[in-house]
């Protein structure tokens, strides 16, 4: 249906979802032939490698969510000691660069497989009642920028300004 309309249909593994885990991404994968979004985020908590899921699915790749994970937060999550969201005010999505998924190897194993559409920075935050002052997603951002641009410039050989 999504084809006939010239539509990709491309699967979001997320935590709180039908597929969530490792096992269950291979699993549609086996079965369908539809693309998916490799959240890089979503996969770790999930327990699945996101380079190894790069390296063996790239030509199924849709989409491409660069999200870092603390995985000592991540894992109390799976664990349900926290619910998604305590787990997001817990810190568990942090700037690209400063969580435990190796953001630069996944674009570099996507890259050198021709992956050419599009990546989407994402850093989740908790909305919570009142106003705050934390500037922290702007913050978070920033830095997520930054470690792409640094990135961007070891893989072309020149420095970033």
Do not use: N
């Amino acid at each position: 249906i999504a084809a006939d309309h010239g539509l990709v249909q491309v699967l979001h593994p997320h935590v709180d979802s039908l597929v969530e885990q490792a096992a269950e991404l291979e699993r549609v994968l086996a079965g369908t032939t539809t693309m998916f979004c490799l959240d890089t985020g979503h996969l770790a908590i999930g327990g699945a490698d996101p380079v190894d899921v790069a390296r063996r699915h790239a030509a199924r790749v849709g989409l491409v969510h660069l999200k870092d994970v603390r995985l000592t937060v991540a894992e109390r999550l799976v664990d349900h000691e926290l619910t998604l969201m305590q787990a997001v005010q817990a810190g568990v999505f942090s700037p690209l660069g400063q969580g435990d998924v190796p953001i630069d190897k996944v674009i570099l194993t996507l890259e050198d497989a021709g992956y050419t559409g599009w990546y989407v920075l994402e850093q989740d935050v908790a909305l919570t009642e009142g106003e705050s002052t934390d500037p922290g997603p702007i913050t978070d951002v920033r830095a997520s920028l930054a470690f792409l641009h640094d990135l961007a410039g070891r893989v072309d050989g020149t420095t970033p300004a």
